[in-house]
Structure formats: C-alpha cells, structure tokens
C-alpha cells in the first residue's frame, strides 16, 4: 500500500458541532503531517508528528486538536469551528531522515478533506 | 523562520517550450528542496526534488538547479505538453517545508 488515505472527502459542519478527520498509510513512514490549504494558496502547516508524538505546531488555535493513536493513524479533531477554517485539510507523510524526528523526506499526500463551517 | 518566494505566479507557455519558475529562500539552514504539482481538485504530488549538497538533479523533461550562496532554485520543464498545466509549488526547509504560494501554469496548443 502505497497511498495516503483521508476520510470523509468532503465534511459539511455548523459552529457548534464536533466532528474529526482521519488520515490513515501503511507505508511505514514515522513522520505524519496537517496542512490547510484555502483555494489558490500554497498549503500551510498546521502540525508535525514524529514517532507518534507532536513535534510541531504552528501556532493554530484549540480547537483543532491533533491527535496520532499509532504510527499508521493521525486525526485531526474538530470542535468550534469558524467559516473561515473552510479549507481543504491535507495529510501527508513521510519516513524520516538522519535521526528521530530530525530530518524529513519526500512528503506524500492525502486527497484531502473538504471542510465547509456554515 | 524560513520564507519562500516564488515567481512568476502564472505562466504561459506554447507547447513544446520550455517553462521556468524560481524560488528564493531566506533560511541557510534549509536543506531540502521539493517542487510539487497540484492538478485542479487533487493532492499536491512531487515532481521531483534536491538536497542541499547537490547543485542540480535531472529526470526527463524535468529538472532542478539550486544555488547554495544566492539561495535560489528553479524549475525547468522542456518540451512542455498540455498535462504539464497545473499549479507547481516550489517549498524549502529541514525539519519542516515552507512552501511557495505557486505558479499556475498554462500550456496553449
């Protein structure tokens, strides 16, 4: 298996709900990733996880909260959200490089979550 | 932090020619160069990528060159055909990419 899988692909929610993404691969890889990408913008990190444990955030509010059961699964839970987090949600990983969560590889992504808060 | 600049933001090209997009970079520490293609509705798929102690790294019509001092690198494509229209992100960084905002890229029959 050599993909990235996310469900749902497409995720319609109001302010007050609570719902998660889901990222799944099997390729082995210790480094997983969340990006938000709005239409005609580069995608923008949102986490890094290596080796299961957070190793980056940048800085995004509380109520996405990350979440990597085991080295296949990553989940993004969603909770209060705002209209202006309408984004497509991507996840991607990587085998890491050099060292425990040193350096990082090729990136391999998702399809994408399609997030619309009404 | 790392800061990436790219350029042109949209680019036309007649089939057949060449197209080049560049990036510049801000961060020394960067070591990792990716360039990725995002078709309209897809994931963003590496097209090919270069590592901070090679200066330019080739895979058919495709290639990358990198210059280290002046902290820039480009993308050329030859022999350009209508597949190759997407949008390209160049990104740069080490532990983490900071990605470019994109060229879109129009290939006219």
Known sequence: DTEVTQTPKHLVMGMTNKKSLKCEQHMGHRAMYWYKQKAKKPPELMFVYSYEKLSINESVPSRFSPECPNSSLLNLHLHALQPEDSALYLCASSPPTGGRGVKYDEQFFGPGTRLTVL | ?109
């Open chain 2, 1 to 109: 932090g790392e800061n990436v600049e790219q350029h042109p933001s949209t680019l036309s090209v007649q089939e057949g020619d060449s197209a080049v997009i560049k990036c510049t970079y801000s961060d020394s520490a960067s070591n990792y160069f990716p360039w990725y293609k995002q078709e309209l509705g897809k994931r963003p798929q590496l097209i090919i990528d270069i590592r901070s102690n090679v200066g330019e790294k080739k895979d058919q019509r495709i290639a990358v060159t990198l210059n280290k001092t002046a902290k820039h690198f480009s993308l050329h494509i030859t022999e350009t055909q209508p597949e190759d229209s997407a949008v390209y992100f160049c990104a740069a960084g080490d532990d983490k990419i900071i990605f470019g905002k994109g060229t879109r890229l129009h290939i006219l029959p």
